[in-house]
């Protein structure tokens, strides 16, 4: 059974910083594109960018720049570090594996001072 749980969300600053993680069980994440999405309150949930099996990312406008996606092979884990971080970014962010399709439940990230 696959499964994707992230972490590392929290109450953050503006201007502060964030790494998420996507620990994968039941697949190899190293052969899956690993993408990462946020769902603001309120709001649809919004695709924030994606890591190819290869290593290649690839940013929706409004974070990039700031926000970096990488990948831990060994260990079947993808992160997302956040800097910069704007109160605008607060969502529930969650990873998601293509082509397994399978999904994350999501970690909150609160951005505010």
């Known amino acids: 059974q696959v499964q994707l749980v992230e972490s590392g969300g929290g109450l953050v600053l503006p201007g502060g910083s964030l790494r998420l993680s996507c620990v994968a069980s039941?697949?190899?994440?190293?052969?899956?594109?690993a993408q990462w999405y946020r769902q603001p309150p309120g709001k649809q949930r919004a695709w924030v960018g994606f890591?190819?099996?290869?290593?290649?990312?690839f940013y929706d406008d409004s974070v990039k720049g700031r926000f970096t996606i990488s990948r831990d092979n060994a260990n079947n884990i993808v992160y997302l570090q956040m800097n910069n971080l704007k109160p605008e970014d607060t969502a529930i962010y969650y990873c998601k594996s293509s082509p397994s399709e399978s999904w994350g439940r999501g970690t909150q990230v609160t951005v505010s001072s």
């Open positions: 890591i190819s099996p290869s290593g290649n990312t």
């Open positions: 039941g697949i190899d994440l190293s052969l899956q594109t």
